[in-house]
């Protein structure tokens, strides 16, 4: 008996030894020698014609041989696993330089994109955000903002009419009016949207869009809007971006100012963009005319306030160096794909 | 607003450049568009003195001249037979430009060779009214020159002007005087004003002014001169008028212009012989009544319009221009000056109702003061003086209603601060409104400002503050970010927020947002196919539209949407998603009367040939559920739809919101389109307005689920979908059913087909057993079989 058992253990060994694969390993070991029909079983059957004095003997011998083969199996296992990880891992070899299936993501107009980043500079600092409708009467377009009828100041915008007292909005500024009718003070408001002038070449589109800012509140200067507009300028195209305020005129404000920033493409030292001055003219802003104010039922002895009205496609051709308008409507998918990986 | 640098100088001592001076202007306002430096129009072109002229030998009508321009002489063919030995003329040379923008090079004329060439008057860019000669045929004779003078000395072309653009605030300075007021603040100079004086002879005109429509003409002067020669104006007066623009025609209408710049009052001159019974009457003119105006156009009137009249006929409109037979003529003996202030808003309408525009109107309507029309007038007598014009009548007719000299503005002190946020000085304040004119006094902590006739815009505190701010500087403003305002919540509405998440849904499936134009043409909707009655017709139409593809706002998306695929198409674009979150415009009637809807709509397109209507039905209902709205499907009547291949979507609530499916064949024909097309449009604030807002977490469930496979056949002709929703019914265990093969063909019968479906079912009480589920399925195929005939493939 202890012979076989020693034998059966060399055979197993060696068979253990020769097993080149998990497969193998299992049929050809596992099963073979500790299977049910397996050659230990067929030892353990024989443990009945061991004379019983010596059971205890040979049981213990059975049980180690047992425990002996069973561990050689084990190692060889954990072995051929790796070995064969490695080997599955080492034909799976992907090309990488296999051009992919292109994923399908599309993106947001240029324009969009550029009214969201002002958006979120402005709704960061406190502004709501307002909108109005595209067809505007006279009234709010015109009368609430300080242009009465017939007042040269409509020369400076084109408009297009359906009838005498309605018209396409050429302003967001109507949306000021809209606002302070509605809303008492402390208001802080940015208003986007389309506004139409009957204008079309490569710097004029008849139809483009505008985002209005309105602070009322006690206390409001020029000052804070200066810093209001230095904070939209840093954020938007820079931190060493600076502005400056030329006067100017419109018929809503007073004091009215333009307003330029330094020039980001150059850093203001002058290049094709700004037209070699370093700066480049964005915006129009004043105080809010005390007319203004009143036509809206907000006492201006009381409060004051500050406007500025941004042109977003401007701000879109300046940003991302686009330079005639016309693109921007043409909605060339080659054009629109170029902006797919902008935020 | 044109200002030659040489006019400025008349009234104000400049001692800087152009260039810094236009700096200047810029930082108080009036910003410089251009400098024209009217010399650069005309280049190397010189006065020559011809010393010989020889016959060409090659040509009969071409002579050879040898001319003088002084360092050297030149050799130059011409044809020109108007000159002779010892004229001085205009002589090109090679590398010259001409008024006309012709340039020169040196040449042979039939073999000979020709060094330049003579100018006649035309290419100078002068009429026989600027120059003596200068409107003969031939080559312009110069008197009084040098040889190798530039013509631009000559001809007085030799001034730098500034092309201001002035606010509509500042009608004042729409005048020389004006800007020049303002140049010397900036300078710090004082401002001359210019020679009013005139001699007058004693003789009383018997000329009489009515004013009937005093509320269109607050104030009309008229004064007489007799014994007027028309001639030529001086040289100076044509030079400038010439740079400003303007032609020179005599000294009479001259005269009139000049004060038009200069003063910025608009001036008239009538023929008096023209008047009847020497009485001008401002009145209203009366319906139909009609004037044929100095441009020959023959004018319709009514009685908003201003006229100028005599007893019997208007002799002009007023401020606008005067009527074909009362102008100043060679023969013209007597002339009555009108200087008058008409009201603003009336000339603007006026002329733009009659489409009738003139240098006058364009400033009556920025608007002129109560006392320009004095100095105008005075300034108009001392030009007829100073150019021996004719004899000044002794009295002048002025006409007025009673008007303020001068206003007073009080600001206090700490207004001023207030506004600007920063403290300025008080003897700056002082010091920046006296020198503008705006005569201010500093009283008990009140700076009570004198408005002076010409300052109307200013009326309260900001418009002074503006005024010292202006010429404070605005490099002064310092950033203060909103420090004593109230602290505010600042975020994007909710309609904002939801067009975002929309946005970025589309984007993740692949399209791409366009923008595009909210006018559109009425003939897109018959490229659209829409029925002479649908509603989608019913567009607001503009009255000064840029051109008929723009004449009326859109009532769809689709229109824009299309014309942007067909456009990619053409760009050879195989295929490509976009899509548009926009407003369309739904009046009730049209033409307009009250402000539309506005209804934004959502709408997308697909071009591709490997896509199909359910590919599209998938987009569709991605969006839908991001609403969480219940829905259902109905055949579309969209004219632009392909009958087969479309559907409305309509809510819980029987709302249509939209149609989609692939466009129509005449549609691709309408379009130029090439590749399959499908398209949908929703009503974006309908969804938004019907969206059913989230509730909240629900459990998970507790028991598993089971799913079973069914092949139905069915007969072909029915819709799957109402299968689908029979068995979504059928009980609360069944949780999903989803379709998963359509077959038609070997083993199933001539009209059936064969529906492959999944149906998941869960209890929320138990563990279904295998006898829970074949129960649900027997009583699951029965009704399928007695609702749909149904059954199950073998």
Redesign the interface.
């Known amino acids: 008996m202890r012979e076989k058992l020693s034998e059966i253990q060399a055979k197993c060994f060696d068979a253990v030894k020769n097993a080149n694969s998990l497969t193998e390993l299992y049929n050809d070991v596992k099963v073979k020698f500790l299977g049910k029909n397996g050659e230990m079983t067929a030892v353990l059957r024989g443990m009945k014609d061991v004379p019983n004095d010596k059971k205890a003997e040979i049981g213990k011998l059975v049980n180690d041989t047992r425990a002996a083969m069973e561990k050689a199996i084990e190692e060889k296992e954990i072995y051929l696993t790796k070995l064969e990880k490695k080997a599955k891992l080492e034909s799976e070899i992907s090309d990488i330089t296999i051009p992919a299936k292109k994923a399908d993501i599309g993106s947001l107009h240029p324009l969009s994109i550029i009214k969201n980043q002002i958006l979120d500079i402005f709704t960061g600092l406190g502004f709501e955000v307002k909108e109005g409708p595209e067809i505007e009467t006279d009234y709010y377009n015109f009368q609430a903002l300080n242009i009465p009828k017939d007042h040269p100041a409509r020369d400076m915008q084109d408009t297009f009419y359906f009838s005498e007292n309605l018209l396409l909005r050429t302003h967001t500024s109507p949306c000021q009016a809209r606002t302070m009718e509605k809303q008492r003070p402390p208001i802080r408001m940015v208003s986007p949207g389309k506004v139409y002038r009957s204008d079309d070449d490569a710097t004029h589109s008849p139809m483009f869009q505008q985002i209005e800012g309105l602070v009322v509140d006690k206390n409001i200067t020029m000052c804070d809007l200066k810093g209001v507009l230095d904070e939209f300028a840093k954020r938007f195209f820079n931190s060493d971006t600076k502005t400056r305020f030329r006067p100017s005129y419109f018929p809503f404000t007073e004091p009215s100012v333009e307003v330029d920033v330094s020039c980001s493409i150059c850093g203001g030292k002058g290049c094709r963009v700004c037209k070699g001055t370093g700066w480049i003219e964005v915006l129009g802003a004043g105080i809010v005319n005390p007319a203004v104010l009143d036509n809206s039922g907000i006492d201006s002895n009381v409060y004051s306030g500050f406007a500025f009205g941004l042109g977003v496609d401007r701000l879109t051709m300046i940003k991302y160096g686009i330079p005639d308008m016309r693109l921007l409507f043409a909605n060339d998918l080659r054009f629109l794909k170029q902006f797919r990986n902008v935020r | 607003m044109k200002v030659p640098y040489s006019w400025l100088k008349e009234f104000v001592d400049i001692d800087v450049s152009a260039e810094v001076l236009a700096e200047k202007l ?4 009036f ?1 410089v568009e251009e400098f024209i430096d009217l010399s650069k129009r005309i280049k190397n072109v010189v006065a020559g003195r011809i010393s010989e002229i020889k016959k060409h030998e090659n040509a009969d009508k071409l002579r050879v001249c040898k001319v003088d321009i002084g360092k050297k002489t030149l050799q130059i063919v011409t044809a020109a037979t108007n000159v002779k030995i010892g004229d001085f003329v205009p002589l090109a040379l090679h590398g010259a430009v001409l008024y006309t923008g012709q340039e020169i090079k040196s040449g042979e004329l039939r073999g000979v060779l020709s060094e330049g060439m003579f100018c006649g008057g035309d290419e100078l860019g002068l009429t026989e009214n600027d120059m003596d000669g200068a409107g003969d045929e031939g080559v312009l004779i110069l008197h009084d020159v040098t040889p190798g003078q530039d013509i631009n000395e000559i001809i007085g072309n030799n001034d730098t002007v500034l092309d201001i653009s002035v ?5 004042d300075c729409q005048s020389i005087i004006g800007i020049a007021r303002e140049v010397a603040a900036v300078l710090d100079k004082p401002f001359k004003m210019p020679d009013l004086s005139f001699n007058t002879t004693t003789k009383k005109s018997n000329i009489g002014v009515e004013v009937i429509a005093k509320d269109l003409c607050p104030r009309y002067m008229a004064h007489e001169v007799d014994n007027v020669v028309i001639k030529k104006s001086p040289k100076i007066i044509r030079d400038r008028l010439r740079a400003v623009g303007i032609r020179p025609i005599n000294n009479i209408v001259d005269i009139t212009n000049y004060v038009l710049i200069e003063i910025g009052q608009p001036m008239h001159a009538f023929d008096k012989t023209l008047i009847e019974d020497n009485k001008i009457i401002v009145r209203r003119a009366k319906n139909n009544e009609k004037i044929v105006t100095l441009d020959g156009k023959c004018n319709n009137l009514d009685d908003t319009m201003l006229v100028i009249a005599d007893a019997k006929k208007p002799s002009a409109v007023a401020g606008i221009m005067g009527g074909e037979y009362s102008g100043i003529n060679d023969n013209t003996k007597t002339i009555i000056f009108e200087s008058a202030k008409f009201a ?3 000339i ?2 006026t002329s733009r109702t009659l489409n009738l525009h003139s240098d006058s109107s364009a400033r009556f ?3 002129i003061d109560f006392q320009t029309q004095e100095i105008g007038m005075k300034r108009a007598l001392n030009l007829i003086c100073s150019t021996k014009s004719g004899d000044i009548c002794e009295n002048s007719t002025d006409v007025h209603e009673s008007f303020d000299a001068e206003r007073t503005v009080k600001v206090k002190q700490d207004k001023i601060s ?5 403290d300025i000085n008080t003897d700056f304040i002082l010091k920046t409104l006296n020198g503008l004119g705006l005569n201010t006094e500093l009283i008990n902590g009140t700076f009570v400002v004198k408005i002076p006739g010409f300052r109307e815009d200013i009326v ?4 002074v ?2 005024e010292i ?2 010429f404070y500087g ?2 002064h ?17 909710e ?2 927020k939801i067009s ?1 998440r929309i ?1 970025n849904v ?14 559109t043409s009425e003939k897109a909707f018959d490229s659209l196919l829409l029925k002479k009655n649908n509603k989608l017709r019913t567009a ?7 051109g008929e593809d ?1 004449s009326v ?1 859109r009532t769809t998306l689709t229109h824009s949407l299309l014309k ?1 695929v067909e ?2 198409q053409k ?1 050879s ?1 195989e295929s ?4 548009e979150i926009s ?1 369309v ?1 739904l009046p009730k009637s049209t ?6 809807r ?1 209804v934004e709509k959502l709408a997308f397109t697909v071009w591709d040939k490997e896509y199909d209507f359910y590919n599209l039905k998938s987009t569709v209902e991605a969006i839908l559920e991001q609403f969480n709205v219940e829905y259902d499907y109905i055949t579309s009547n969209a004219e632009f739809l392909h009958p087969g291949r479309s559907a409305d979507i309509i809510l819980a609530n029987g709302l249509n919101i939209g149609s989609f499916g692939q466009i129509h064949p005449d549609v691709y024909e309408n379009y130029e389109l090439n590749v399959q097309t499908f398209i949908a449009e929703l009503d974006f604030e309908a969804l938004i307005a019907n969206a059913v807002p989230f509730k909240g977490y629900k459990n998970l469930p507790k028991f598993p689920s089971v799913a079973r496979d069914f092949a139905l056949v069915v007969d072909d002709n029915l819709k799957i979908g109402e299968l689908i929703t029979c068995i979504k019914k059928f009980s609360e265990a069944v949780k999903d059913v989803t379709l998963f093969d359509i077959y038609k063909g070997e083993n199933i019968p001539q009209g059936k087909k064969s529906v492959a479906i999944k149906v998941v079912i869960q209890s929320d009480e138990k563990t279904l057993t295998d006898k829970d589920i074949q129960d649900f399925t027997n009583k699951l195929l029965n009704t399928l079989k007695s609702n749909f005939n149904a059954a199950l493939r073998t």
């Open positions: 810029v930082n108080i306002g910003e606010t509509a605030n500042r009608p603003r808003d009336n603007r309408r309507e920025k608007g207030a506004i600007l946020g920063i309260n505190a900001n418009d503050a503006e701010m202006r605005y490099d403003i310092r950033s203060t970010l909103l420090k004593d305002a109230a602290q505010t919540y600042g975020a994007k509405n309609h904002y975002d946005k589309l984007i993740g499936l692949g399209f791409y947002e366009t923008v595009t134009y909210s006018f607001a139409k503009l009255i000064n539209p840029l723009w706002m942007a456009y990619n760009m674009t490509g998603k976009l899509f407003k415009f033409p307009l009367i009250e402000q539309p506005e």
